[in-house]
């Protein structure tokens, strides 16, 4: 408490360099929103500049022409069902792979890498032949379970990687009182690790939130097209409506917005549980 | 939690999988993502089915670049739809080889719908001698100024080669891009390339490849076609940073003034639709190169969509009435209204519904071409596309020199069997 602060060189080129990053961070959605403002021409004629006059015209036809709130909800449904199968398997196996460590485990970490490694596209055609025969394509279910898939691997190591950052004796202690394993990993690591697992549900939330090729070749129907894909609408190949796009970005950014906002203090206790633990 | 409460609730809903409504004729398209294309895709199925009660179809839409993914899945898990719309060249080529295209030819033969068609335009459809699809639309390419500041600055338009470069050195003087151009998507500089082949060479090169032509070659022509490209660059005729820039970008310094011409597709008339006040749009042939061995009044025109049918498709006699319905000239003529884009129907593209431009190029350059020479990009097998692109944007920025280039692509071309 005694030191006394002092504005010293170092601090006010620190301060003007963070000042210019973030407004090089901010501006382009700064930008986007008051883009939406302009009309088309407008817009053609000078990329920049403010709008001349404050045009809701860009809202109405993001939403009224795209069907975008059938599209979030669709969104929204895979998200959660992706996640949510995503972040259970991937906690149970975490969480065995840390604490018992099995003999055989360098073998399935292996696995899991090479599973890693194939890349979504190689897997289209026969994971279409299977949905197919499953009767799952062009159903919210046939998204879901393949990209629960692809995201397992990832989300196993994330949650492997914290539980191996937990003392062993706190199992060792539990398992003297005699708890049963069960009751070892739901009452003592489950509760500690809500955050990490919290930061796996967000990190996935957003890879299926923007994932655009499973949706786009396993689904069909308009009805159940999900927000990339639907945005794509808006976007066309020779000809773009700019300020009717950049309002539908603006609408598909608001979920995410709105998780992050939400979730921002787990994932701050996350980041900072790993920073203080040894 | 609450939270988590919903989540579960979420996720039970997506659990009740929906299972997909069976129609008796699948058709997947690539109608989307444009109003213009939608308006069309709308008008000519809600007319279908007045027309055709009992026909019921199971549409699935998606836009371009996804529908080509879409597609390719499709066809390679066995699943195709029934009629589908797909890209000429190469892309149809594929699906012929696998014999998954039921061949049109003797539907063709009656009641006079082959001869709806421009021969140049089914010929591009065709292979061995087999029609594999229909083809909807046609692309030509011109070089597109504006009139009003051609007419501000005193310009005259070009008509051989060396006076378009000569005007080029004027308007670089006047501190403007004499040629926009955002090739980051590469195929924008094609155009370029193969339009001085074919007025140093001639027509047809790349079919001859495709076409497993014995005498099938590049020639010379191609190394000295590349030079001149290259030294376009060189002298700084396009836009700082144009294999960075994308097309759209380059459209943009076009319609405000800051580039004075463009070489581009007839879609140029769509994408000038939002220019700022004052701009005229105006075209001009390619211009004719001195001592050029091909024919000078040869355009580069290729057909942009076809339809076909799947060879696995059950009602093939429905499928047919789909497509005969589809390139039927009203429906055609719509088409053009609607779109602003050539079709491949005689006589549908009509003066009232394409605009004097697009009219103009379809009566004139269009009908008194020798020949239409497709695009070089999209007829290729897709390896040997790659090998185009990366080579001519090497030649641009310099990295690649000509007759390197133009072997690469000889290469590339041979290698397909």
Redesign the interface.
Known sequence: MGAVRRWTVTNTVVLVLLTLHVLLVVFPFIWMIYSTFKT??EF??S?WSFPRSFSLDAYVGAWSGGALGGYAVNS???M??A???TVVVATLAGYALAVYRPRWMPAVELGLTAAMAIPAYVA???L??ML?GA????????V?LPTAAFNVPVTIFIMQAFFNTLPRELFDAARMDGASEWSIFARVALPIARPAMFTAAIVNMIWVWND??FP??FI???A?KTLP?GL??????????YPVMLAAILFAAIAPLVLFI?FERQITAALLGGAVKE | MGLKRLLIAGAAVVLTAFPAAAGELSFWHAYAGQQDKVDFINFALDEFAKAHPDIKLDVVAAEQSAYKTKLNTAMASGNPPDVFYTLPGGFLNAFVNGGQMYALDADLAKDGWGDSFLESALAQTSKDGHAYAVPVDVDSVVFWYDKALFAENGWTVPSSYDELLALAETIKGEGIVPFALGNKDAWPATFWFQYLEMRLKGSGVVSSFVNKDAKAALGDEATKALEHVAALSSKGYFPIGFNGMGDQEANMLFLNGQAAMMLNGTWQIGASADAPEGFELGYFAFPTVKDGAGDQSDVLAGVAATFGISQKAENKADAVTLLKFLTSREVMTKYVELRKTMVTVKDATTEAAAGPVLFDISSKLMAAAGHLDPFYDTAMPPAATNIYYTSLQGVLDGSVPPADAAKRLEDALRADK
Request: no cysteine.
């Open positions: 088309n021409k053609m004629r990329v929204l449904l895979i959660a069902g996640t949510i199968i289209l055609v026969p279409v032949v197919r009767g799952l394509l062009d159903t919210h279910m046939g879901v655009f090729l786009v070749v069909n129907s308009p159940r894909v794509t609408d808006f976007v066309g190949e020779h000809i773009t409506n939400f």
